[in-house]
């Protein structure tokens, strides 16, 4: 019996047995001669953050981003899992949202719809269960994908077999609120620049305008407002740069998130005509268009200051909240010198690591990463070669930068490396074209969008050989 363990089953442990259940049945093998054991700690033992025990539980922004496949490598990543027959994406297009040129899920639908998926595949076994400590020595074949918030005995099993002193960071979480609560006086729909996605009309957004004397006042109360206060072990743990808590962002300079977040470029006011001083967009987070989350609004703030501050936000006056934001501790391996390029732990081949804990960040890099810890482990139980995506690939660029990509030769300080988005800057540089099709020189901004073009044409190519 040919059998692999997967302990976690988030969106890159779920990714990972859907992967090796289909790799085993391509090769022609049953479900009495390979199986793949899917081991979930919850509902036994929950976490910080997960509030169910469905499968590939989101748990902080309900959107995968981009979905454009032609000019954004996010979308790239997502065309690409889809060709590789994703369980993620087809569960996420199944139940997407209007999100403008995002793929945004209902989140329990979606969840639902993995766990669905994974318990009625007859190679995949999925059993609750905490494992504590390092697997047990006769499984010979392990993906771990426990996530950034990986039990404490399994953390100190890895970091005794590593000597790698951790590396951590706080991830924050955005409220979601009940749309009925919002006052539409003042709030109106809107995508930026009215742009129009996936089953969107060019106004999936819920828009909240500040004047600049009410954007002051925000910023003020939101620098005041009580926070988190951290344990003294956590207090020199980083932020996740792409992720960062408004409050930070605050703290950094008061014009920060009306560049960020808060920046009201593409939109219109429909009470004045004009563009306000500063926006903060909710976007859809269910299937019945009730509950709406606070985009890029993650917080540490405390829950009874979240409320006072956050109703201070012109059209959320008397704002309801589905569900407050929060602040959870983020774990991360340091990869390019712990694993190996079929993203095994050196120190001990037979466990090999997915997810968020190898250094990438998002749920969908997350499940990309378990798609290839997935084929990966399928193909050494089958005793096949590991065949690696290529670099021109969103998923082999990924796959690149935690396997070594991202360190300088001969670098030696493992804070060199840090969690990262999939983005057009790990992808390797090509060639693109000086004229159009009409003979016209391409310069200024045409030619960045043409190296996008030509860099998302060539990936979606080459990951059409891998697959």
Known sequence: MKTIHIIGAGLAGSEAAWQAAHQFSKAGLSPDEARIVLHEMRPERQTEAHRTDYCAELVCSNSFRSDDKENNAVGVLHEEMRMAGSVILASADAHKLPAGGALAVDRDHFSAAVTKAITENPFITLERGEIAGLPPED???????????????????????????????????????????????????????????????????????????????????????????????????????????????????????????????GLTDPRTG????????????????????????????????????????????????????????NTFL??????????????????????????????????????????????????????????????????????????SEGAGSKKTFQPMNVNFGLFPEIAIPTHDAEGKRIKGKEKGRARKRALAARALADIAVWV
């Open 139 to 265: 499984w010979d074949n392990v993906i771990i994908a426990t996530g950034p918030l990986t039990s404490m005995a399994l953390a100190e099993a890895i970091h005794g077999l590593t000597g790698e002193e951790e590396l951590a960071f706080f991830d924050a979480i955005a409220p979601v609120i009940h749309k009925d609560s919002i006052n539409f006086d003042t709030a109106w729909f809107q995508s930026r620049y009215d742009k129009v996605g996936p089953d969107g009309d060019g106004a999936d957004y819920i828009n909240l305008p500040f004047s600049q004397d009410e954007y002051e006042s925000f910023i003020d109360a939101l620098l005041a407002g009580e926070k988190t206060e951290f344990k003294e072990w956590e207090k020199n743990t980083p932020y996740f740069e792409g992720c960062l808590p408004v409050e930070v962002m605050a703290e950094r300079g008061r014009e920060t998130l009306r560049f960020g977040p808060m920046k009201p470029v």
């Open 334 to 407: 340091n990869s390019p010198r712990l694993l190996d390029q079929s993203l095994r732990l050196k120190a001990m081949e037979r466990l090999r690591f997915a997810g968020q804990i190898t250094g990438v960040e998002g749920y969908l890099e997350s499940a990309a990463i378990g798609l290839l810890a997935g084929r990966f482990a399928a193909a050494e139980a089958l005793g096949q070669e590991t065949a690696l995506p290529s670099e021109t690939t969103a998923l082999g660029a990924l796959h690149r930068h935690i396997t070594g990509g991202h360190l």
């Open 274 to 329: 004009e563009r306000p001083y500063a926006v903060l967009q909710l976007r859809q987070d269910n299937a019945l268009g009730t509950l709406y989350n606070m985009v890029g609004f993650q917080t540490k703030l405390k829950y009874g200051a979240q409320a006072d501050v956050f109703r201070q936000i012109p059209g959320l006056e008397n704002a309801q909240f589905a569900r407050l934001g929060g602040i959870h501790r």
